[in-house]
Structure formats: structure tokens, C-alpha cells
């Protein structure tokens, strides 16, 4: 088997006991066949040709997002959102993984300092999970979005680290346990990847929907099924998987 992997973190706020405060989530999409621009370019053809772009309610944010050519879903109307939801809908396969942190003291999670450090942090965090779905995958192809301070040079040492951790994750004296070791490879992308843009929408819904807005009409129209939630004590969300169309079933894949 081969997968698919984009992954992505957002900042956003949840209100604990009538306040507003900042969390970070770490999203990572999981899929056996790649995400494709025509997915992308089709909503935005149709953005294009919408004539509800000249509502002057929306025609500035939707003329910014034509002109720069991609969608980001905080900063798009909501005639951006009906189409790329309808192309999502239409196309998407896939396991979606989200995992939420309380965003200390104004800094990354755990007092990180750096904007480098954070997303690798929330990466790992994701290949921790993956870990949990790999058995027998052959190879990952696994998108990350960039930043100023993170960079393709900053993933060149990852694949040794996640080997290294695999190796302690499957200890050697248990030997019948079978370990299998997938190809991966790693690209930082831009916001313009068709696949990030898609993670970005769900991202944006999932946090409407557990957030501080509480709103879940856009998850609903997305058709996002739960696999499972887990919250704490006063109700907060802690981690969530769904799927998208259909579900990739690891079940069978696994030996603990």
C-alpha cells in the first residue's frame, strides 16, 4: 500500500470557563491516492464564473482569492467555501487525524520558542500517529506546509529520526512482532499545494465545530464521519479521527 500525507498545524481559540484561549492543533490527512490540482482548479473556475462574486458583501475577499490563485479558508467567503466543500466532497477519500495542545503562555506548546521548532514538534506528533498505520505501507509520500523558518533543508534529518524512533517503538528482542520499515519521502510545500489547500478547509470546519464559534455547518457539509473523539474532563476536545468518503481501513494491518 501506498499513502498520501498531508499535514498541517492551526492556531485558534477554545473558551475555557468564559474565556478565549489560544490552542494548537495538529492536523494530518491520510490517503492512498494522491491529491489532485484538477480538484482544486475546478473549485476555483467555478469561484470564477460564481455571480455571486459581485455581491459587494464578498467581492473584495473574493477577488483576493481568485487573484492569488489558491484557497486559504480563514481569509475566503463563504462562495470560496461552497465550491471548494462541493469539490471535496466529490473527490476525497481519506482518514482525517486532529490533535489539540493549550498554547501556553503566548509561546509554542511546552514553552517552544521557536516557530521551527513548533512545527516540527506538531509533525512528529503526526508521524507518531501514523506509526499506528503502517503497518505493511510500502510508501509514504508525506506533504508538510513551510514557513519563513521551516524549509525543506529543515525535514532532511527527520527520516533517520523516524527510523530511529520506529526501532524503539518495535523492540528487537521481540521477535515476533514484524516491523516494516516504508519508504518515505518528505516535501514542504506552499499554500498553493492542491493537497494543503484541502487539509486547510478541513482544518477550518473542525475548528468552527470544536472551537470557540461553535459551528458546525461546514463539517457537516463535508460529510465528515467519526471514527472516534476524545475529550477531557471539562469537555474539551483532546483528539478526533473521521474519514472522508471512504474510510481507510488499517484494522487488519495491525499486530498489537
Not at 29 to 53: R, Y
Not at 112 to 126: F, T
Not at 197 to 225: E, H
Request: proline share 3%; hydrophobic share 40%.
Amino acid at each position: 500500500m501506498e499513502l498520501f500525507v498531508y499535514t498541517d498545524e492551526t492556531i485558534f481559540e477554545i473558551e475555557v470557563d468564559k474565556q478565549p484561549i489560544e490552542y494548537i492543533g495538529a492536523a494530518t490527512l491520510i490517503c492512498t491516492n494522491p491529491i489532485l490540482d484538477d480538484w482544486v482548479s475546478d473549485a476555483m473556475s467555478k469561484l470564477k464564473a460564481d455571480p455571486d462574486i459581485l455581491d459587494q458583501k464578498t467581492t473584495d475577499i473574493d477577488t483576493r482569492t481568485i487573484t492569488n490563485n489558491f484557497f486559504h479558508a480563514s481569509m475566503d467567503s463563504k462562495n470560496a467555501h461552497s465550491h471548494l466543500c462541493r469539490s471535496i466532497v466529490k473527490n476525497l477519500n481519506g482518514n482525517f487525524q486532529y490533535s489539540v495542545f493549550e498554547r501556553k503562555n503566548g509561546v509554542g506548546w511546552f514553552g517552544l520558542k521557536s516557530e521551527e521548532l513548533l512545527v516540527r514538534l506538531v509533525s512528529s506528533l503526526s508521524s507518531v500517529q501514523l506509526l499506528n498505520e503502517t503497518q505493511k505501507v510500502e510508501k509514504v509520500v508525506w506533504v508538510i506546509e513551510g514557513r519563513d523558518s521551516f524549509t525543506q533543508y529543515s525535514v532532511d534529518g527527520w527520516i533517520e529520526e523516524w527510523y530511529d524512533y520506529y526501532d524503539s517503538f518495535f523492540p528487537f528482542a521481540l521477535t515476533a512482532i514484524p516491523v516494516y520499515y516504508p519508504n518515505i519521502e518528505i516535501y514542504v510545500k506552499g499554500k498553493n499545494d492542491p493537497g494543503l489547500q484541502i487539509l486547510d478547509f478541513l482544518i477550518w470546519a473542525t475548528n468552527r465545530k470544536y472551537g470557540l464559534v461553535k459551528d458546525s455547518t461546514w463539517f457537516d457539509r463535508l460529510k465528515l464521519q467519526v471514527i472516534r473523539e476524545q475529550f477531557d474532563e471539562s469537555g474539551i476536545i483532546n483528539s478526533a479521527q473521521f474519514y472522508l468518503g471512504r474510510e481507510i481501513d488499517f484494522k487488519e494491518e495491525k499486530f498489537y
